[in-house]
DNA sequence: TCAAAAGTGTTCGGCGTACACCCATGA
DNA sequence: TCATGGGTGTACGCCGAACACTTTTGA
């Protein structure tokens, strides 16, 4: 992967990018294929997370940091840990030896492998990868795939893991872009947890909240009444953090 | 260790044990002394949290289990992972290089450890160990310690956790026997999470929940009116977990 | 003028909070 | 009889929940 840095073979990291496109929740998916080098046929394809092995000098958290870097072309996002997994057969079963035999890279038998949990604010980036066949897909599409190793159990907790924190970190803004309308924070709200969200009583319950910031400027280029657009202030949200109580929507 | 299981070098597991004694919250630190074999001088002396490398046949949580009754001698106590603790650095302190080479076990120069915190329901645990000195020290004065590594930094996260997931889930339970006087409880939150509690509403609201079952027993051997005995019937709890919202306390 | 989404207020019930005194027991 | 913690009820304010129609814009 990167001449000047040797990888530890018994601990990855796996990066569960998660996205929104104003209708649901998307997460980045690697293809995986291996076709017969003679005969051409396809040995092997599914999909995994995006992930890859430490280094040996750098921090684990460098480590998720490159890896999101080095499959979306994407710094400075938002990144968190949110579990570690070390069952003995993780990467045991059949499908998942045979790949790990085909890549020949080295990699030891029993890896450990950390999760982060990534929140980017578009999923008009630009995906296309020298090395890696990647593509967003609607969480719940996902849920129902059979992804390599034990991705889908690393997946699900992150899904739980973003659900809880939503509820009192102000994270959700990491998903939507700089300027925004209150209808998309509610259709991002109501895509995370799963449930409806009272129109009325959501815009009231933000329209009170001093971080959510009504800007001048309105939607343009839609074919209805444009909405009002609003920005999370950061700094008012961290000088009022005590005096806030439950949830934050 | 235990001489029919491989350790590996670079991944070990750190237990963060807490009890309470009615009073406080306490935790489990284990003493590290090395004495100059020659002239007897004390070379190092100071704490760590109960940790040990993993095998490399054993599951990563099984390998948190193994170390709570290698160090307590206790079994089927509540146990959750916190966290991983992965900068290359975090066993470079001198002293901590001092410890490495004189305990000599082989252990790599970069470790990474996974956080779990143990919920004992008693401080009274025999904790003699012919192999550890280990004591129950105040969460507050631990605090206050130089700990070896990185071991401050872990246990401040897994109170973190702790006072996070005290609210939602009822894990507190596990700090108690199995039968609880509600002010023992009440005494439990406060030490958890800092913060006095309002003793009538504290009971109005805990009568309400159906979980916190009354006995017919009261408590023995105080030199007041005694108290009435509860119980978590966990059972319940599940049963009604759908219709509760908000906090547990 | 139509379609599509934006935007807006009131009522009600329940929950959290503040607060002070009598009770039961063992010493 | 005294000391110690056990045990209890009310009033108020706020917040969450339910609920339907008008407005603005582009097509």
């Not at 017969?36 to 396809?42: E, H, K, L, M, N």
């Not at 057969?89 to 045991?92: E, H, I, L, N, S």
């Not at 020949?104 to 038998?109: E, I, K, L, M, P």
């Given at each position: 992967m990167d001449a000047f840095h040797k990888t530890i073979s018994n601990v990855s990291v796996d990066c569960v990018i998660f996205g929104f496109d104003f209708e649901k929740l998307n997460v980045v998916l690697v293809e995986r294929e291996f076709d017969?080098?003679?005969?051409?046929?396809?040995l092997l394809k599914d999909f995994t997370l995006a992930g890859y092995h430490i280094f040996e000098d750098e921090d684990l958290d460098n480590a998720a940091y490159r890896i999101l870097k080095d499959r979306t072309?994407?710094?400075n996002i938002y990144l968190e840990q949110f579990a570690t997994f070390g069952k003995v057969?993780?990467?045991?079963k059949a499908k998942d030896q045979l790949w790990l035999k085909l890549i020949?890279?080295?990699?030891?038998?029993r890896v450990l492998t950390v999760g982060y949990f990534a929140l980017i604010?578009?999923?008009?980036?630009?995906?296309?990868?020298e090395k890696y066949k990647i593509q967003w897909v609607p969480v719940e599409e996902a849920n129902g795939m059979e992804l390599a190793f034990d991705h889908n159990e690393i997946l699900q907790k992150a899904l739980d893991t973003l659900r809880d924190k939503v509820r009192t970190e102000p994270?959700?803004?990491?998903?939507?872009?700089e300027l925004f309308t209150l209808t998309q924070l509610q259709k991002l709200y109501e895509a995370i947890t799963g449930n409806p969200i009272d129109k009325r009583n959501f815009r009231k319950k933000k329209l009170q909240m001093p971080f959510i910031v009504p800007m001048k400027e309105k939607q343009e280029?839609?074919?209805?009444r444009p909405a009002r657009l609003f920005h999370f202030n950061r700094e008012i949200f961290d000088n009022t953090r005590n005096e806030r109580f439950g949830n934050l929507f």
């Open positions: 017969d080098p003679v005969t051409g046929v396809i072309g994407l710094e057969q993780r990467v045991a020949d890279q080295g990699f030891a038998d604010n578009s999923t008009n980036v630009n995906l296309c990868s994270i959700a803004f990491e998903l939507l872009p280029g839609v074919s209805h």
